[in-house]
C-alpha cells in the first residue's frame, strides 16, 4: 500500500478564490511530482520537486505554483482560480534513483471543479 | 504530438476472458511502467519494465525492445480489473511520457 496522500479528494470551488491541493508522503522519498489529467486525456507533469528546496516546473505551463519547504510535504497552489483549471491534479513520488530503477507511487488525485 | 500509443483505447470484455493491452513508442526508452487508475482516479504502478516479461498474480506484462513494444496482459479477468490502464515510459530523461490510456471494462 502506497503512503502518498492527497487532499482534498474533491474540490469546487468558485472563480478567483486561492486554493491549495495538498500531497504527503511518509516513504521519505526525495523526488515528488505534480500531474495535470483532462478526462480521458494524458497526464501531464506541471511541477517536480528533487528535494526540500528544490522545485521545477514540468512540460506543461501551469499558473499554479508549489513549494517544498519539508520532505514529506509538496503542496500546490492556485492563487486566483479559474474555470480552465477545472482538472484532475494528480500527486506522485519517488526514491531519488532514475524512473528507470524505481516504482511510482501516486496520490489518489484531487479533481477540481471551478465554477 | 504524443509519442507513446495504446490500443485499443476502449475495450468490453467477458469475465474470464484473456485481456490484452498494447503500447508502442516512437524511439529507444531508458524504461516503462504499466499503470492502472481506478475510477476514483487513483492510480496504482503495476509494473516497471526495461527488459523482457514480467509476472504478478493474473497480470503479465512483456516489452519487445527492438519492436519499441509492450503488451499487459489479463489471464481471468474479472470485473473488479475494471479499469483504466496506462502505458509510460521513459525517453531517457527524468520525466515520464504516458499514454492516454486504454478503459477496460470487464462484464460479470
Known amino acids: 500500500e502506497a503512503d502518498i496522500y492527497q487532499t482534498p479528494r474533491y474540490l469546487v470551488i468558485g472563480t478567483g478564490k486561492k486554493i491549495t491541493l495538498e500531497c504527503s508522503q511518509t516513504?521519505?522519498?526525495?523526488?515528488m511530482y505534480w500531474y495535470q489529467q483532462d478526462p480521458g486525456m494524458e497526464l501531464h507533469l506541471i511541477h517536480y520537486?528533487?528535494?526540500?528546496?528544490?522545485?521545477e516546473k514540468g512540460d506543461l505551463s501551469s499558473e499554479s505554483t508549489v513549494s517544498r519547504i519539508r520532505t514529506e510535504h509538496f503542496p500546490l497552489t492556485l492563487e486566483s482560480a479559474r474555470p480552465s483549471h477545472t482538472s484532475q491534479y494528480l500527486c506522485?513520488?519517488?526514491?531519488?534513483?532514475?524512473?528507470?530503477?524505481?516504482?511510482?507511487?501516486f496520490g489518489q488525485g484531487t479533481r477540481l471543479t471551478v465554477v | 504530438k504524443n509519442e507513446v500509443e495504446q490500443s485499443p483505447q476502449n475495450l468490453t470484455a467477458q469475465e474470464g476472458e484473456f485481456i490484452t493491452i498494447n503500447c508502442s513508442y516512437s524511439?529507444?526508452?531508458?524504461?516503462l511502467h504499466w499503470l492502472q487508475q481506478h475510477p476514483g482516479g487513483g492510480i496504482v504502478s503495476l509494473f516497471m519494465?526495461?527488459?523482457g516479461k514480467k509476472k504478478h498474480g493474473r497480470l503479465i506484462a512483456t516489452i519487445n525492445i527492438q519492436e519499441k513494444h509492450s503488451s499487459l496482459h489479463i489471464t481471468a479477468s474479472h470485473p473488479r480489473d475494471s479499469a483504466v490502464y496506462i502505458c509510460?515510459?521513459?525517453?531517457?530523461?527524468?520525466?515520464?511520457?504516458f499514454g492516454t490510456g486504454t478503459r477496460l471494462t470487464i462484464i460479470p
Open positions: 516513504m521519505g522519498h526525495d523526488k
Open positions: 509510460a515510459v521513459l525517453f531517457g530523461n527524468e520525466k515520464l511520457t
Open positions: 524511439v529507444g526508452i531508458s524504461a
Open positions: 506522485a513520488s519517488s526514491e531519488l534513483g532514475s524512473w528507470k530503477d524505481t516504482e511510482a507511487f
Open positions: 520537486s528533487y528535494g526540500v528546496n528544490s522545485t
Open positions: 519494465l526495461s527488459s
